[in-house]
């Protein structure tokens, strides 16, 4: 139904227009009509017209201020002007109120059902419009919940890459460098010492008021709410600055306090949180253990990292995001990047020190025995005592700077590349334990949720295997050999359709089709008809 107001001083008009109207389009509108332009502003309020047929020289508010008024409110109206003057006098003003057209009185019946068919069809395009707006923003609002949670477990889980963090980044629409973890947990009291009383009766209580308490978090900080996971909710909160000042830090701590207090009187229990010191997003994992730690540690409500002194303090211009970004190269098995990190961090030491010393000598076997220590714990090499014997004479032997930088950057690589061989080893052998339970299974109702709770890794990281093995995503593998076990029925049994399509692993036979036209460019009618002689 198109609302179209008639604003005209003339009652003869009014009803002349009406009737054209009525006669032209019968009840697809609903009309209203004024008849000057005090008038107009008032019903332009409370009708909410899509189009409004505006006579230009009226008593009082003439038709030009009637329509700027009315634009103020409303800047989706059609405004179509009356006036039985030349039009020119008119145009620039209605230029910039946005007039659509000008019909000169006597209004001839063609000429008014025209330029209302034209003025329907805009309004029938912008509801169009706004209605697939809104889907759309429905539809980004229920995805954007997943996006985020699957960015807090990338953060829990570590060892993600920074292609990984960008892609979030940029779906979240967060332009920010940095950023800081907030731990949220909840109980009904919080005793001396910082404890929480019946904390999963807690979590229980608040997961049925959990959609209110995320707006509350998000409105509060401005951050992303991951899901409640017993009575713990993970907050990454974006930060413009990694230099945290004592201001920032109580600014966040307030900020906090404020909204637990809030979340306690609408909520009715007792919440504490930890927060992490700012970090690179690729750092983010530290920042969460700092905030899991405050949360323990602290005896308070409200407890920052930065109160429990629990970061190395570093001198003056020691390079602590290089030796971050070099062990965090040695974790993830880059050796490219741990190759150029080490020389990095090696020509500071040079610069710094130009005669080799002992400070130096320990620095690099610290390192070396550190980035070892990963290796080994990630199951890459086997520990054994005595193989590390040599090292210190070793490096007592070298008295020139070359020759150290060289077992140093050497013995790096080396344990970042134990570190990639395993990765590699693990990641082959769970998307090949994959494939094979697909191969047997795969014409059953099979989920990413089931395949990954047989080769017992999560959903998310087996996806994210799967891909970077297969080179195509989990979806796409098993239609691959549904459609391919389908052709070798159609071509090799007298199975009808439906009983083929069962067979393959499909449910909705018209949904079969579908899929198999499109990966094979035709319907499985089709295909059998083409390819089978009889």
Known sequence: MVRILICDDEGIVQ???????????????ELESAKNGRTAIELAESFRPDIILMDIQMPGINGIEAMQEIRQNNKNVIFIVLTAYDKFTYTQRSIDI??????????????????????????????????????????????VPIIENGFVYCILLGGAKEEEYANYLGLLNIQAEYGYVMVLECGDELQQGGGLTNPMGAGIKLQKH?????????????????????????????????????????????????????????????????IGSVKKWKFMPESYREAIDSARQGDGKVTH???????????????DELERELFDAVERGDEERTKKL??????????????????????????????????????????????????????LSFE??????????????????????????????????????????????????????????????LSKLFKEAEGVNYIDYVTKLRIAYAKELLLGTEQSIKEICHASGYGDPNYFSRIFKKWTGTTPTEFREKNVTR
């Open 210 to 274: 959990y959609l209110a308490f995320r707006e509350y978090v998000k409105d509060a900080t401005e951050g992303i709410v991951g899901s409640l996971m017993a009575n713990r909710v993970i907050v990454l909160v974006p930060c413009e600055k990694q230099e945290e000042e004592f201001e920032g830090r109580m600014k966040e701590i307030n900020c906090a306090n404020s909204m637990i207090r809030k979340l306690e009187q609408q909520f009715a229990m007792k919440f504490k949180a930890g």
């Open 15 to 29: 009803e002349s227009l009406k009737f054209m109207i009525h006669k032209s389009f019968g009840g697809t509108c």
């Open 342 to 395: 080490s020389a990095r961090f090696f020509e500071w030491m040079m610069a710094l020190y130009p005669e080799l010393n002992n400070s130096v000598r320990l620095k690099a076997i610290e390192f070396v025995l550190w980035a070892e220590r990963i290796a080994y714990l990630q199951g890459g090499r086997l520990y054994r005592f005595l193989v590390r014997e040599e090292y210190l004479d070793t490096l």
């Open 400 to 461: 020139a700077y070359g020759e150290l930088e060289l077992w140093f950057v050497q013995k790096m690589e080396a344990a970042s590349r134990q570190v990639a061989k395993k990765q590699q080893d693990k990641a082959d052998d769970v998307v090949e334990q994959a494939k094979a339970y697909i191969a047997k299974h795969f014409t059953d109702e099979l989920s990413l949720d089931e395949m990954a709770r047989e080769v017992g890794i999560s959903p998310f990281y």
């Open 98 to 143: 946005g007039v659509m057209a000008y019909l000169t009185k006597p209004i001839n019946r063609d000429t008014l059902t025209g330029t209302l068919q034209k003025a329907m069809q805009a309004v029938k395009g912008r509801k169009e419009k706004a209605s697939n707006d809104l889907r759309i923003k429905e539809k980004l609002e229920s995805v």
């Open 305 to 319: 990292a930065g109160d429990l002194a629990m970061n190395c303090i570093y001198e003056e211009d020691y390079p």
